[in-house]
């Protein structure tokens, strides 16, 4: 049995979180603009999952990385370095006197880390299917040759 389409499912499920609490840290800016939310329950929930995505998407990048997937690593590495280089300035917390300042340029770099997540799921689900089909057909060697070319 391969372990490649196995690989790739744990990918997707990794980039799926990743999406979906980057959906919800931009939900949440949302929801301050439009006066849904008062800062301090923005910043506490914002604060709970912001170094946990963090850490999701190092994790992501180093098992792209150790399983050989180089593109797929180069292609992850901006937004691992945006996201280390936010941590390492400290300005990766929401603070709660300053949020009104920075509402708008955080939803922009979350609308923009929304896009890329969407279109690396996009290419996450391709590999997925492309070695699932190379697993099925692993007699044909047209199939197993196309499937590798990405």
Wanted: hydrophobic share 50%.
């Amino acid at each position: 049995m391969d372990w490649l389409p196995f690989l790739w499912l744990i990918f997707s499920c990794m980039n799926l979180t990743l999406l979906g609490l980057n959906f919800y840290e931009f939900l949440g800016f949302s929801d301050l603009e439009a006066d849904y939310l008062n800062p301090y329950e923005l910043s506490s929930r914002i604060n709970y999952v912001i170094v946990p995505e963090y850490l999701l998407h190092g994790a992501l990048c180093i098992l792209f990385l150790m399983t050989g997937h180089w593109i797929m690593f180069l292609l992850s590495l901006p937004t691992a370095y945006y996201n280390l280089k936010q941590y390492l300035s400290n300005k990766h917390l929401v603070d709660v006197t300053e949020v009104f300042k920075v509402v708008s340029t955080e939803k922009k770099a979350r609308l923009i880390k929304l896009g890329f997540y969407v279109i690396f799921f996009g290419l996450v689900i391709t590999r997925l299917a492309l070695s699932v089909v190379s697993a099925v057909f692993a007699d044909d060697e047209d199939i197993v040759a196309w499937s590798t070319i990405y």
